[in-house]
C-alpha cells in the first residue's frame, strides 16, 4: 500500500509540473508515504505530500431541516434539504496554488457543478481566482453556509446579489484591508457556456481600522481563550452588467424548486455593510440601491431598495446563542403596495462549531401583492402574501 500512495503521489507530480514548466524536486526512495492531515479549520481528512506542495482534501457542506410552514393562516408541512454538497480541496505544486470543487446534490433534477476554481496567491495581499464561483458582492454571501448565524442566507441580501458565475477575481486581504473586483459571464449557473454580449462585474472593498474581524458571523463562538475582541468592520461595494437571470423558489406542493427564466436586463447595484463585533454580541448590516433595465421581454426601469440586519448574542459558553434579523425591500421605488417585510428570531446550539449545530427560528414574513397590470418586470423577492415558518435545522459540514 505504500508503494502504491508513493508512485500516486509521484505521478501526480510529474503531470503538474509538467504542465505548469518546471520540473519539482521529486522524494523518491525516502520511504516516507504521503501524510494524512487534518486541515487547519475543518474537520474531515486530507492526504498530502511529505513537503505540503500537493494535498487532496474531502468534505461536505450539508443542511438537513424541518419546516412547518403556514401560508395565509393555512397550514403545511415539508422536509428539505436546503444544501448538500461534498467538495473536493487541495493545493498542487506550491501551497499557494489552490483549488476547490463542488457540487449541489439538493435538486429536484440532476446533481450540477456548484463552485470549481483555483486560487493563484503567492501574497495575502495580492492574488487571483479563476472558474465558477460566489461572486464576491456582499460579504454575507461570500460565506459558507456553515458559517452565517441564521438557517439560510437572508432574503434582500440575496435578492441583490449576482449570484455564482463564471470568470475571473483579484483578490487580497491585509490586516485593515480585504479588496474584490472581478468580472464574469453573466449566465445562469447551470448553463456551461458564457453567451455571448453577456457579462457582469463587482467590486469590494472592506476596511477594519482595529483589526481583522473573527471567524464568519460566529467570532465569539470560533474564537480562542482570548475571545473576539472590539472590532469594527465596514465595506463599500458595487456590481453591473448585462446578464440572464433565473429564480429557483421552492415548491411546498411538489417538495422541489421551481426555475423561473426572468430574462435578459440590464443592472447596476451598489451597496453598504456595518459590522461590529464586541465578545458575546455581534451585529451585522447591509443596505442596497440598485437600478434596473429589463430587456428581454422589454419593459419600464425601476429602482428597488433594500435593508437588513441581524443581532446575536452568545449566553451560555460558546455553545447557546440567540438572534434576530429584520429584513425590508422595496422592489420598486416607481410601484406600490410591492414592500416585503421579514422578521426572525433564532436559539442556536452549537455542538462543535461551525461543524454540527442545530437551529430553531421562528420567521414571520410578508409580502404585499402589486397590481398585476403595473408590476411589468419588476421582480418581488417572494410570492404575495403572509407566511408563518418554523425551521429546525441540523447543520453538519466537515
Known amino acids: 500500500m505504500r508503494e502504491r500512495w508513493r508512485w500516486a503521489a509521484g505521478l501526480l507530480g510529474t503531470l503538474v509540473a509538467c504542465a505548469a514548466g518546471a520540473a519539482a524536486p521529486t522524494q523518491e526512495g525516502d520511504g516516507k508515504p504521503p501524510k494524512v492531515e487534518t486541515p487547519r479549520g475543518d474537520k474531515g481528512f486530507a492526504i498530502a505530500s511529505d513537503d505540503g506542495r500537493y494535498k487532496l482534501g474531502v468534505g461536505l457542506q450539508s443542511a438537513y431541516k424541518l419546516e412547518p410552514v403556514w401560508e395565509d393562516g393555512d397550514a403545511k408541512s415539508r422536509t428539505a434539504f436546503p444544501f448538500l454538497r461534498p467538495r473536493l480541496y487541495g493545493n498542487v505544486f506550491r501551497p499557494w496554488i489552490s ?32 472558474g465558477q464561483y460566489y461572486t464576491p458582492i456582499s460579504r454575507h454571501e461570500s460565506l459558507g453556509p456553515q458559517q452565517i448565524l441564521f438557517p439560510e ?42 453567451d455571448p454580449g453577456r457579462w457582469v462585474s463587482n467590486a469590494r472593498l472592506t476596511v477594519s481600522p482595529l483589526g481583522p474581524m473573527g471567524y464568519g458571523e460566529l467570532p465569539f463562538i470560533m474564537s480562542d481563550e482570548q475571545g473576539a475582541p472590539l472590532r469594527v468592520s465596514f465595506t463599500v461595494q458595487g456590481a453591473g452588467g448585462k446578464a440572464e437571470r433565473r429564480d429557483e423558489n421552492f415548491n411546498v406542493e411538489t417538495g422541489g424548486f421551481d426555475v423561473t427564466d426572468e430574462g435578459l436586463r440590464k443592472f447596476v447595484t451598489g451597496g453598504v455593510d456595518f459590522m461590529l463585533q464586541a465578545q458575546r454580541f455581534t451585529f451585522y448590516a447591509e443596505g442596497w440601491l440598485q437600478r434596473t433595465r429589463p430587456e428581454k421581454p422589454a419593459g419600464p426601469n425601476y429602482t428597488s431598495v433594500g435593508a437588513w440586519a441581524q443581532a446575536d448574542y452568545v449566553f451560555y459558553k460558546k455553545v447557546l446563542d440567540a438572534g434576530v434579523r429584520l429584513s425590508w ?22 455542538v462543535d462549531a461551525p461543524f454540527l449545530a442545530f437551529k430553531l427560528r421562528y420567521q414571520f414574513a410578508h409580502q404585499d401583492a402589486p397590481d398585476p397590470a403595473l408590476q ?3 421582480r418581488l423577492a417572494r410570492d404575495p402574501g403572509s407566511s408563518n415558518l418554523v425551521t429546525l435545522q441540523l447543520n453538519l459540514a466537515f
Open 99 to 130: 483549488y476547490w470543487t463542488s457540487l449541489e446534490l439538493a435538486s429536484p433534477g440532476s446533481p450540477y457543478l456548484l463552485d470549481s476554481y483555483v486560487d493563484l496567491q503567492p501574497w495575502k495581499a495580492l492574488g487571483v481566482r479563476v
Open 153 to 194: 442566507f437572508a432574503p434582500v441580501a440575496n435578492y441583490f446579489w449576482t449570484g455564482r458565475d463564471k470568470g475571473v477575481t483579484f483578490l487580497g486581504t491585509t490586516d485593515t484591508l480585504e479588496y474584490y473586483a472581478g468580472i464574469y459571464g453573466g449566465s445562469p449557473l447551470r448553463s456551461v457556456t458564457s
Open 329 to 350: 425591500l422595496d422592489a420598486s421605488t416607481e410601484l406600490d403596495d410591492d414592500t416585503l417585510y421579514v422578521a426572525e428570531a433564532q436559539l442556536a446550539w452549537f
Open 376 to 378: 411589468g418586470m419588476v
